[in-house]
């Protein structure tokens, strides 16, 4: 079955960089859109960015544009979030999601990303 | 983008129907037929309930149903379960090729 794991969460300090990565299991990785999509605590759903299945097309949200990077390796089944000058609106549990601009079919469990001094 | 405008909270009863609205504009839910819904329990992952508006994935109850009307899509739950007490989330695609997401709406079931 799919199954989505993310991982690389923790606590930074303002300005600070932070690399989140999923896992991803029972699916051909390599034919699908991938997402990045948080939730600040006790707050709603914010997607942040999105990369096509080959990563030839990315978007992100003008929230952190310019200072986050999705990317993602076919060969190693695996998604990545570079993460850098993070603020404290950062703060967030971020899940990868399965399947593009329009819908997001399955996510991880989650990984909870703090950025604090 | 601005988040898609939902109502921050509705209630009913068990057995009864209750309707979640999620309104935004001709560059998203009204411009295309790409809305999703999501149920999120407490310390859980999001779960799509219902996507292309209308459409359920494998395994979600037919209690389940979209909608949607010019700008404004709905999500109709009927047959209340103490189970569906949850936060409902709709996302729809926009003009700018990204998606948004509703504020989210807490269901209480009495």
Request: with cysteine; net charge positive.
């Amino acid at each position: 079955q799919v199954q989505l794991v993310e991982s690389g969460g923790g606590l930074v300090k303002p300005g600070g960089s932070l690399r989140l990565s999923c896992a991803a299991s029972g699916f051909t990785f390599s034919d699908y859109y991938m997402n990045w999509i948080r939730q600040a605590p006790g707050k709603g759903l914010e997607w942040v960015s999105y990369i096509s299945s080959s990563g030839s097309t990315i978007y992100y949200a003008d929230s952190v544009k310019g200072r986050f990077t999705i990317s993602r390796d076919n060969a190693k089944n695996s998604l990545y979030l570079q993460m850098n000058s993070l603020r404290a609106e950062d703060t967030a549990v971020y899940y990868c999601a399965r399947d593009g601009a329009a819908v997001a079919g399955y996510w991880g469990q989650g990984t909870l990303v703090t950025v604090s001094s | 983008q601005s988040a898609l405008t939902q109502p921050a909270s509705v209630s009913g009863s068990p057995g009864q129907s209750i309707t979640i609205s999620c309104t935004g504009t001709s560059s998203d839910v009204g411009g295309y037929n790409y809305v999703s819904w999501y149920q999120q329990h407490p310390g859980k992952a999001p779960k799509l309930m219902i996507y292309d508006v209308s459409n359920r994935p494998s395994g979600v109850s037919n209690r389940f149903s979209g909608s949607k009307s010019g700008n404004t899509a709905s999500l109709t739950i009927s047959g209340l379960q103490a189970g569906d007490e949850a936060d409902y989330y709709c996302s729809s695609y926009t003009s700018s090729s990204t998606p948004v997401f509703g504020g989210g709406t807490k269901l209480t079931v009495l």
